[in-house]
């Protein structure tokens, strides 16, 4: 498990796919990384203008690889401007969820093996 928090603006969600291409390389799971690049940039950019920072998450377990964007400091004023389409196309699940500090928004890809892209 690995973990970052960012200051949630625009320029994060460079950072944020930056981060998660540089571990899945690391734990060499290369043939997940452009998947797993394109749903984090997908979440952070749904955080954005929704909090003022959130929490990044990438874990490996029983054959998954999951990320997690955990919007910190929430901003109730402002809309979720999520967006799920990509969400549904490209992870074997993902969801949603209150944490102890905000709300989380979620996913995961088989680390082996096809996703249906």
């Known amino acids: 498990?690995?973990?970052?928090?960012?200051?949630?603006?625009?320029s994060s969600v460079d950072g944020a796919r930056h981060a998660t291409r540089d571990r899945l390389a690391r734990?060499?799971?290369h043939?997940?990384?452009a998947?797993?690049?394109?749903?984090?940039?997908?979440?952070?950019?749904?955080?954005?203008?929704?909090c003022?920072?959130?929490?990044?998450t990438l874990t490996t377990e029983d054959g998954l690889l999951r990320g997690?964007?955990?919007?910190?400091?929430p901003v109730p004023s402002r809309p979720d401007r999520r967006?799920?389409?990509?969400?549904a196309r490209l992870a074997c699940c993902w969801?949603?969820?209150?944490?102890?500090?905000?709300?989380?928004?979620w996913f995961e890809l088989p680390a082996s093996g096809s996703i249906h892209a």
């Open 83 to 87: 967006a799920h389409h990509l969400l």
């Open 35 to 50: 998947a797993a690049e394109s749903l984090v940039g997908e979440l952070v950019e749904a955080a954005v203008g929704t």
């Open 52 to 56: 003022d920072r959130f929490r990044l």
């Open 95 to 105: 969801g949603d969820a209150a944490t102890p500090e905000g709300a989380a928004d």
């Open 1 to 10: 498990m690995v973990s970052w928090v960012f200051a949630a603006e625009r």
């Open 27 to 29: 734990w060499g799971l």
């Open 31 to 33: 043939h997940r990384i």
């Open 68 to 73: 997690e964007v955990e919007r910190l400091d």
